[in-house]
């Protein structure tokens, strides 16, 4: 019964693509436990296939496999692995066309320890050194691959144990060593050789002096020239077979320096071409005859040249090991071993016969096959390689139950892991290129938080798409728990008023606020006066809005009215007449500071203020900015909602960071405000760089609140470019417990390669979708290598009904905030009647309509201060505009100053007014836009025929 052979495991070995710290004795030691039994066959490969070369092992059974991946690994800890299929194995004829041919290589002796010296200073003497660039001889063989696409070539080292009488046999010869080396030959050995010289002497004697009789031996007639011709020839086999022994076995004079450390494989090198022959135009026609056949002849001849010399080439970089000791004789495999060669399990051998196999030492083996310990790119360009380092992941973590989110590394083993429970308890950051892989991190962040068992609640600002990635993946059991503000839907549009008093009660907090926002976002250009200025004229606005709710006047002012509050005296007046108990240090500013200035000076305190607020005011922009009230309850965000805002870059980039910024200010602040047993909410912040009027320092005061961040940037590089902004990067790396570095640029590898204990290049060379984390797990902080799985199946239905359920109950048809809008501009600039911001507060006339303002009862010095503001105001006269003609009045505050009666001199002010021309078009364009629509005439009627 033939013995049934275990199918055979093929495996390409990817080594590191930077050096690591291999040591060549450690590689030998490795070599004696890669065979589990006597019975067990090992195969290692170079392959050069096209422009492509790579390292191959051949095991037979998974156990093997198991037993050599997890040795390799011991010497190389960033060496990985993958299988090949039955129809990329180069050992296998792949098509009809294909030829073959082979060498085997018969080896002996031993490599030279001393042969490659090593490096100066190094305490390893007789230890091969293959560290520097040019002294690894694998490097050679490397290079002696083909680069033909047509052509194929393997070098394969079939190693099998040598058994245990092997080592009891060379410890025996050591003691002949030694006695050889104190001058006592042995005697044994020189009478042999004396007596077959001797032998054959009388032999040629006898030849020449009667060669007749030489003719009748074994007659029985010379009985005793046969003996003697008969011992000489047994004599003459004895001397063939001890020297052919002795050529096979090894030096041995390391292995009487170290003779524990020595151990031997019985070895088969073969050398294998494969290439094609060019396709037969026509195969099946009879034409052609002996042309045809002589063409395809000669293109067979043509490729075994090419075979041929694709095998002399390798060969020549075999030789090599003759300089270093061993030595290299080749042979042709004949065609019967060809075939048994390419067949399945075939590359075994005979493995009974052990006059088939080479005996060499583990120094040896070590040398024909490892992984070079240089693999840039200037030495072996072309092997495959992996380029990113591999760092594993703790047991702990690959045994958690949990939907797996990622795959890692647990050994030798691909394992699928979850997030750690305790990702949620800090903030974490997330920094990578664009296209990295930081959206799919932060939906799977996300997904985990929104499965919870403790309820937990979500807020996402998100300038770009991680919104509409988001939607279809929400559990459908929180459907209805979704808050969508979608700023790119360009029919309806949700409002977002950052002078809204129902956010803060306390107007200088919230005016503080704002202020830091644009202090942020317009560093460049901003001073004290440009903030003086924003600032009264934002606490204007403010208080305004405070007297109209108090009033129970459900509309108010927002940031567009700011350019009007700074450049009209009539809207700035009418607003300050609304107030009953104003500020008095705030009317005091615009009363002794601001209105004192000459237009020239008021210009340049308000012009960069008017410039930075004028982008607000475009349709986008100002249909969300420009809303009365905001349409969204942020406080009910927090307890347990799910908030995703989605900034349309149509707002342009100064509203979206306005809005951004303002928002997650508003939202530290409610955090703040949380009462005992708060529920836990996870803030999700793409781009989070785009929010530089955001005070990240509230990272380490939030957590406690319940406020846990999840930030994303494609780049560190915002934050380095001021003191201030350094010190907002360390606050940031000071507070976030997780990291998840993915690749990106050089700048931010060096910050962040300390972090994770590793080097920055290893962070530039992460592929896409793999990245370094810094997990907290079991209470520990631990770095591992994770390559994130993309989310499960989404439900596009799902998105579809949150889109209209959101658009219905939280944003408002943009022809309502189109009417709105002009509304309130019509109040302002005309005080028309017929609207809602037409009506004085109770008490309060109109100063349009020409009527005194009434003071309320106990009224303060406040008022005292705004009658005394308007009348000034009202008695002024104008002063002529200044003119650029030199005969116009000059320039400066003497050419703007004017005689009073009493011979003192007083400012001249310009009272904002709207020409003549201006206030007809404006009139006209507002009462089109606030016109109603006229009704649809019944059927048949309102028809005629000019219409």
């Not at 293959?130 to 047509?150: C, Q, V, W």
Request: net charge positive; aromatic share 6%.
């Amino acid at each position: 019964m033939s013995r049934t052979r275990d199918p055979e495991q093929v495996m390409e070995l990817l080594p590191f693509a930077r050096a690591e710290a291999e040591e060549p004795r450690r590689w030998e030691q490795v070599l004696q436990t890669l065979l589990l039994d006597s019975a067990s066959v090992l195969a290692l490969e170079l392959v050069g296939e096209g422009r492509a070369h790579r390292l191959l092992g051949r095991v037979c059974s998974d156990a093997a496999q198991s037993q050599l991946l997890s040795q390799l690994q011991a010497v190389w800890p960033q060496l990985r692995w993958r299988p090949v299929a039955a129809a990329d194995d180069p050992l296998r004829l792949r098509s009809p066309a294909e030829r073959a041919s082979g060498i085997r290589v018969r080896l002996s002796g031993q490599v030279r320890q001393d042969a490659v010296p090593p490096p100066p200073g190094s305490a390893q003497r007789g230890s091969l050194h293959r560290a520097e660039i040019g002294s690894d001889p694998l490097h050679s063989l490397l290079a002696a691959l083909p680069r033909d696409p047509g052509c194929r070539l393997v070098a394969q080292l079939v190693l099998a144990p040598a058994g245990n009488r092997w080592l009891q046999r060379q410890r025996r010869r050591i003691e002949q060593l030694r006695r050889e080396r104190a001058g006592a030959q042995s005697p044994a050995h020189g009478g042999l050789t004396l007596l077959v010289v001797l032998a054959l002497s009388l032999l040629g004697l006898a030849f020449w002096s009667a060669p007749s009789r030489l003719l009748t031996v074994g007659t029985g007639l010379q009985p005793g020239l046969l003996a003697a011709l008969g011992v000489s020839a047994l004599l003459l086999l004895l001397q063939g077979w001890v020297s052919w022994q002795r050529h096979r076995e090894l030096d041995l004079l390391w292995l009487d320096r170290e003779p524990l450390r020595q151990q031997a494989f019985r070895v088969q090198l073969r050398l294998l071409a494969i290439n094609s022959l060019p396709e037969d135009p026509s195969p099946g026609s009879p034409q052609g005859g002996w042309r045809r056949w002589w063409r395809r002849w000669q293109q067979a001849h043509q490729a075994a040249v090419n075979r041929r010399a694709a095998l002399s080439q390798l060969l020549a970089a075999y030789r090599q090991f003759e300089w270093l000791g061993a030595t290299v004789r080749p042979h042709r495999l004949p065609p019967w071993q060809l075939r048994r060669l390419l067949r399945p399990g075939g590359w075994r051998g005979p493995r009974l016969r052990w006059y088939a196999w080479d005996l060499l030492p583990v120094s040896t083996v070590g040398a024909l096959w490892h992984v070079p310990a240089q693999l840039r790119a200037e030495i072996s360009p072309l092997l495959t390689r992996h380029s990113s380092r591999i760092l594993p992941v703790p047991p702990s973590l690959a045994s958690r139950p949990g939907q797996p989110v990622a795959r890692a590394f647990l050994g030798q083993e691909s394992v699928a892991v979850p997030w750690p429970s305790e990702l949620l308890t800090g903030h974490l950051l997330a920094v990578g290129r664009s296209g990295e892989g930081k959206s799919t991190a932060l939906l799977q962040v996300a997904i985990e938080a929104l499965r919870q068992e403790r309820r937990w609640g979500l807020v996402v600002i998100d300038p770009h798409d991680l919104v509409d990635q988001l939607l279809p993946l929400i559990p459908p059991q929180r459907g209805d728990e979704v808050i969508l503000l979608d700023l790119s839907d360009p029919d309806a549009v949700p409002g977002i008023n950052p002078l809204d008093v129902h956010f803060s009660p306390v107007r200088d907090k919230a005016v503080a606020d704002l202020l830091a926002c644009f202090r942020e976002i317009w560093a460049t250009s901003w001073g004290p006066r440009m903030e003086a200025a924003c600032e009264a004229a934002l606490k204007l606005i403010y208080s305004v809005n405070q007297q109209l709710v108090t009033e129970g006047e459900e509309r108010q002012l927002t940031l567009l009215e700011v350019l009007l509050v700074l450049s009209s005296d009539r809207v700035r007046h009418r607003l300050l007449r609304l107030l009953h108990r104003p500020d008095p240090f705030l009317i005091r500013w615009w009363a002794a500071y601001f209105e004192p200035l000459s237009t020239w000076m008021r210009l340049e305190r308000i012009d960069p203020v008017l410039t930075k607020f004028a982008k607000f005011e475009q349709v986008s922009a100002r249909r969300v900015l420009g809303q009365s009230r905001s349409t969204v309850d942020l406080r009910a965000c927090l307890q347990g909602r799910i908030l995703l805002v989605k900034l349309a870059s149509a707002l342009g980039e100064d509203a979206a960071r306005l809005l951004g910024a303002t928002l997650l200010n508003l939202l530290g602040l409610f955090f703040q405000e949380q009462p005992p047993g708060r529920t836990r909410t996870l803030v999700i912040v793409d781009e989070f760089q785009w929010f530089l009027g955001v005070r990240w320092r509230m990272l380490a005061e939030l957590r406690k609140f319940g406020a846990h961040f999840a930030l994303a940037t494609q780049s560190l590089a915002f934050f380095r470019q001021e003191a201030q902004e350094r010190k907002v990067l360390a606050q940031i790396l000071a507070n976030v417990q997780s990291i998840l570095a993915f690749a990106g640029s050089a700048e931010d590898a060096q910050t962040l390669a300390p972090e994770l204990g590793i080097t920055a290049e290893d962070l530039q060379s992460l592929p896409r979708h793999h990245c370094y984390a810094r997990l907290p797990v079991a209470g520990e902080r631990i770095t591992c290598s994770l390559q994130l799985l993309l989310p499960d199946a989404a439900d596009p239905a799902l998105a579809e009904r949150i889109r209209a359920t959101s658009r219905e109950r939280f944003c408002r048809p943009v022809q309502e905030i189109d009417r709105e809008l002009a509304e309130r501009q019509q109040w302002l600039l005309l005080g028309a009647e017929g609207t809602r911001f037409a009506r004085a507060p109770s008490g309060v006339e109109d100063p349009v309509a020409g009527e005194p303002a009434q003071e309320p009862e106990g009224d303060s010095a406040g008022g005292t201060l705004v009658r005394d503001l308007l009348a000034a105001g009202e008695g002024r006269e104008e002063a002529p505009a200044p003119s650029h003609s030199r005969g116009g009045p000059k320039r400066g505050r003497k050419g703007l100053r004017k005689r009073t009666e009493a011979g003192s001199f007083r400012p001249v002010h310009r009272q904002g007014q709207v020409r003549p021309f201006l206030l007809e078009a404006l009139e006209g364009a507002l009462a089109e836009i606030t016109r109603e629509p006229a009704e649809a005439p019944a059927e048949g009627e309102g028809a005629t025929d000019g219409s």
